[in-house]
């Protein structure tokens, strides 16, 4: 059964950090992308940082670059992702979501419809 599970979310002010983790159970665990996505009150999800677990490749938008660290812990299947320099429009419901790599080779998307498993989300929340 895959199932993904979101903790580590919560409370935290503006220039803090919180780290969000993704504990993954799915198979194979090393051949698949692992994204974290966001959702904005009333806006559309959006990605954030994504991972291949086979190989730790990982992949950022641009406005969190500097602040955002995506990794993993392969032997607990875990996806972890640090977030630093806090800003209150980071704050949103996050998600992470998996994706069997296909054939063809890891390629890095942001789009949820690629995406086929969600966990159920933690939320974050950014106060100035």
């Known amino acids: 059964q895959v199932q993904l599970v979101e903790s580590g979310g919560g409370p935290v002010q503006a220039g803090g950090s919180l780290i969000l983790s993704c504990a993954v159970s799915?198979?194979?665990?090393?051949?698949?992308?692992i994204t974290w996505f966001r959702q904005l009150l009333r806006q559309q999800r959006e990605g954030a940082a994504g991972?291949?677990?086979?190989?730790?490749?990982?992949y950022y938008v641009d406005f969190v670059k500097g602040r955002f660290t995506i990794s993993q812990d392969n032997a607990k299947r875990t996806v972890y992702l640090q977030m630093n320099s806090l800003k209150p429009e980071d704050t949103a419901m996050y998600y992470c979501a998996a994706s069997l790599v296909s054939r063809d080779g890891p390629r890095a998307s942001f789009d949820p419809v690629d995406y086929n498993y969600w966990g159920q989300g933690t939320q974050v929340i950014v106060s100035s």
């Open positions: 991972i291949f677990t086979g190989g730790s490749i990982t």
């Open positions: 799915i198979y194979p665990y090393n051949n698949h992308a």
